[in-house]
């Protein structure tokens, strides 16, 4: 799969290979999506063991990459339906850039759109993206990231207190 690379405006300058952009360690257009329930609380998934990197961790609904030529929105509504089995209105909440590197030798460096919505019917877990899920309220996430940091994804530690104040701001 190609990835859009991009500057730090989000101007595209070309595609690559994603595990390539990923071993450079290069800026490419990514996306994060936020769901919760009618009570306020977050869908969080576990990454399946199997993923190629952040394996076994508990990270937002779904995240991933558009496709050249494919709209961001699009790609993550289509991307929450293939991880988590459902779709919902998204909308756009917040951008921001971040750099992670991992054991493997891999590093993300993102521009991440990030897209909130709701949801509260059934969810149908594809068991090669995601092993588990749960919904917690803000609370309940904020403690268990400051007692054990290590069960979350690098991109969701940085994500979430961003989202706080953009939900924050929102009431």
């Not at 859009?4 to 595990?19: F, R, S, W, Y």
């Not at 071993?23 to 306020?40: E, P, T």
């Not at 750099?99 to 759109?113: I, P, R």
Request: glycine residues 2%; contains cysteine; aromatic residues 12%.
């Amino acid at each position: 799969m190609n990835v859009i690379l991009v500057d730090i405006n989000d101007v595209p300058t070309g595609t690559m290979e994603k595990i390539e952009v990923h071993q450079k360690a290069l800026l490419h257009r990514a996306f994060s999506v936020f769901i919760f329930n009618s009570n306020d609380e977050m869908l969080l998934q576990k990454r399946a063991s199997t993923k190629y990197h952040s394996p076994d961790l508990w990270t937002n609904a779904c995240c991933s990459h558009p496709e050249p030529g494919q709209p961001t929105l699009p790609a993550a509504t289509k991307r929450l339906m293939e991880e988590m089995g459902f779709t919902t209105t998204l909308k756009k909440a917040f951008d921001f850039i971040y750099k992670a590197s991992f054991d493997n030798g891999l590093t993300e460096h993102e521009f991440d759109h990030v897209y909130v919505g709701t949801y509260d019917d059934t969810i149908i877990l594809n068991k090669e993206e995601v092993s588990e899920y749960c919904y917690k309220t803000l609370k309940q996430i904020e403690s268990s990231l400051q007692s054990h940091p290590q069960n979350y994804t690098e991109w969701f530690k940085i994500a979430f207190p961003k989202l706080q104040t953009y939900l924050a701001a929102k009431n």
